[in-house]
């Protein structure tokens, strides 16, 4: 998991009931976040596999009591405390890229952690 001296903060508002995700733009990158139960899960948008919008894909509970994102497209399941794939079998050698989220307990916000700023952050236009 990444470092928290690099998070955004985020504030989307949704039912605990919920089983879809929610799609956010956050160091600009596309993330989909999920909640169930309590915990809030951040993962990469697309899908390893295909490019598939994972913020629309189901959450599954697997039999070892892990969750998983489910792609809408083809059916892929990725960890959403890992990122690995576990459905097909053949192969967990792909990987969605997994954030860390902290919740605001007071007010709700979401810091999401980064390994880095993106560097467009410190780009200078052009004139």
């Known amino acids: 998991m990444g470092s928290w001296q690099n998070s955004v ?7 605990a009931t919920l089983r879809t995700g929610c799609l956010v733009k956050v160091n600009e990158q596309e993330v989909a976040l ?27 509970s697997l039999p070892d009591q892990s969750l998983c994102v489910r792609c809408p497209y083809h059916g892929w399941k990725f960890n959403l405390v890992t990122g690995r794939c576990h459905h097909p079998k053949t192969r967990q050698d792909l990987s969605a890229m997994v954030f860390p989220v902290k919740v605001n307990p007071q007010n709700g916000e979401l810091d999401i952690g980064f390994s880095e700023f993106n560097p467009f952050y410190f780009t200078t236009p052009l004139a």
């Open 9 to 15: 903060s985020k504030s989307p508002r949704r039912r």
């Open 34 to 60: 999920f909640r169930f139960g309590n915990v809030v899960y951040a993962i990469s948008e697309h899908c390893p596999h295909s490019g598939g919008p994972l913020h629309i894909g189901d959450i599954e």
